[in-house]
């Protein structure tokens, strides 16, 4: 098939890492049954147990230890010589006999807050590491691609890269080798946990994500698709009947894609056949979007055509007010000019009466004035300073005891009359 042949390393973008796990796989035992209570020879089927099981309530086991490996041999378990004696390198661990006995230590259930905290926290921390892989190619010594460290995690996305630019010597491969180092908190060094070795052409298309696959995803997986691996641990393999179901549907989805270009050619020649009609239906669409904007423009000119003419209206009124007020206006200047004309002559013959009337009241005042003082004479006192008579009677200049008040009223009512007859002019 073209599709196998043609995937390249080019075609690789992206790879993520599922499920990490970096502790041992519990040690299996040969009868193969699960480690709890249920492997006690006490635990029998009692009438308490069998109304527990009616009301279907899960209880926890009381149990913390593995019943099945006694504590000291779990990590050192070597060998066994068949009858119950574990060696452990030169001495012999005593023969176990009997049935084995369980801790009833119950450290979940009366353990503080902060003990299980710390005990969370440290099984979350043994079970997180830090992460990154190297691709290498055959026939290189230096990897081809490192990718960055992603910290503590078990499931791994890592960024999206391009193989493009390393030039067709190594993007026109169709084999790979994927390492991948992890280091945990308690360690300096990083180690290698897992080697992949990857024929593209014989990788399987699950989907666009690895979330949304049915295939076992017990091992760690690259990308998108399964390919063959080279790990160091030993690996469970797929069944018969999974690998026929995984035909069947690789047959499905077949059918499927030839179904969906069926179906886009059978479109895309109706389309084909009936291009005039969608050119004439296309055509009629925009006459009537030309129509209909013709039509709107229209009736936006006729608006504005009568907004100009009442503005014409108006200012043709305003116009002809403004004529006749500058007519009325001119006659009104051009009568005004001839009785001008009648003033200015009047006007000579007023300011000579006004001279002469003038001239007149003056000679009168100075007539009056002479006739006062001939009928009000005022004299000065002959060797007084500021000392003056009116009609022979002496006029005082300061409040003196020897004046004569009679004389003095006298004179002074002389110069009231005087001064009266003189406010007139």
């Not at 149990?63 to 574990?86: C, E, I, V, Y």
């Amino acid at each position: 098939d073209y599709s196998l042949k043609n995937r390249k390393i080019r075609h690789l973008q992206g790879i993520s890492l599922r499920n990490l796990s970096l502790s041992r796989p519990p040690t299996q035992t040969l009868n193969s049954k699960t480690a709890d209570d249920e492997a006690l020879p006490t635990s029998l089927i009692t009438p308490t147990k069998a109304l527990a099981l009616r009301e279907k309530k899960l209880e926890h086991s009381k149990s913390s230890n593995d019943l099945r490996t006694p504590p000291a041999s779990r990590n050192s378990l070597d060998s066994s010589n068949g009858n119950g004696t574990l060696l452990t390198g030169p001495e012999k661990v005593r023969p176990m006999k009997g049935k084995i006995r369980r801790r009833s230590t119950l450290n979940w259930t009366n353990a503080p807050p902060q003990v299980r905290q710390k005990k969370l926290e440290d099984v979350a921390f043994s079970r997180l590491a830090d992460t990154w892989f190297s691709l290498h190619c055959q026939g290189m010594n230096e990897p081809v691609y490192v990718s960055e460290m992603l910290e503590k995690a078990m499931n791994f996305d890592f960024r999206f890269f391009d193989l493009n630019t390393y030039g067709p010597w190594i993007t026109r491969r169709d084999q790979l080798n994927i390492k991948f180092w992890t280091r945990t908190g308690s360690e300096q060094d990083y180690s290698l946990v897992l080697e992949m070795e990857v024929h593209f052409r014989s990788l399987q298309y699950i989907g666009k994500s690895v979330c949304f696959t049915d295939l076992p995803l017990d091992e760690p997986v690259l990308a998108s698709p399964m390919g063959p691996t080279n790990v160091h641990s030993a690996q469970s393999t797929s069944t018969f009947d999974e690998l026929m179901r995984l035909s069947n549907l690789d047959d499905c989805i077949q059918d499927a894609l030839a179904t969906r270009e069926k179906i886009t050619s059978q479109i895309n020649s109706i389309l084909e056949k009936q291009r005039g009609n969608r050119a004439l239906v296309q055509s009629a669409a925009q006459a009537q979007d030309s129509w209909t904007s013709s039509k709107r423009a229209v009736s936006t000119a006729q608006k504005q055509i009568r907004t100009a003419q009442t503005r014409r209206s108006e200012l043709q009124a305003s116009l002809q007010a403004r004529r006749s007020a500058m007519l009325f206006g001119t006659r009104s200047q051009e009568k005004s000019q001839s009785h001008l004309v009648a003033a200015r002559r009047t006007l000579a013959d007023d300011v000579s009466l006004e001279e002469e009337t003038r001239s007149g009241v003056k000679g009168q005042i100075r007539r009056v004035c002479e006739d006062l003082l001939q009928i009000y004479p005022v004299e000065p006192i002959p060797k007084k300073a500021l000392a003056f008579t009116i009609r022979d009677l002496p006029l005082p200049n300061a409040t003196s005891p020897s004046v004569d008040v009679a004389t003095t009223a006298a004179a002074l009512g002389h110069v009231a009359h005087v001064t009266h007859l003189l406010s007139l002019y």
